[in-house]
Each structure stands twice: as C-alpha cells, then as structure tokens.
C-alpha cells in the first residue's frame, strides 16, 4: 500500500537536493529513495550522496536493513543522513 510522508534532506544531502523536504508517495524506503533518485537525475550528486547516506524512517536507524523491507507509514518521516565531518 503506498503512502504518503515527508522526505527531510540534511547538509550535503540537502544541498543536492536543493531542498530541505519534499513529500513521498511510497510503500517502502527503496520506493521512496528511487522516487528521489528520479526526481533530482538531473543531479548526478544527488545519488552519489544517496549512497553513502544513512536513513531514519520515523526516528529509528535503518542500519543496514534491506531498504525493500523497510515500509513507510502513512505520514511519516524518512531523514537522509549524509556522513558528517568532524566528531
């Protein structure tokens, strides 16, 4: 069943987005993150950062679940969490 959230983008992420937020309209993380994908292509940054990004889906760690089996619910929050310097 496909629903509906919010996408929230943080430093580098947000930069190659251009956007702090945008909605999803999902079922799972990995249709969520494809939707993203296609929607920044124009930005081959976007997705490089993607790749090295971790995810929060309503505030708990994704880790290194499969991004199929994670499901959304409806609206909830999916953040994209680019590796930070510093410590």
Do not use: C, I, Q
Not at 9 to 29: D, I, M, Q, R, V
Not at 36 to 60: I, K, Q, T, Y
């Amino acid at each position: 069943m496909t629903t509906t959230g919010t996408v929230r983008y943080w430093a580098a992420a947000k930069a190659a987005a251009g956007t702090a937020e945008e909605p999803y309209a999902a079922a799972t993380l990995a249709e969520a993150l494809d939707a993203a994908r296609a929607a920044h292509a124009a930005n081959p940054e976007f997705a490089r950062v993607l790749l090295r990004s971790s995810f929060l889906v309503d505030g708990d760690p994704v880790g290194t679940r499969d991004h199929a089996a994670v499901p959304l619910a409806e609206g909830g929050t999916v953040e994209v969490l680019p590796p930070f310097a510093g410590g």
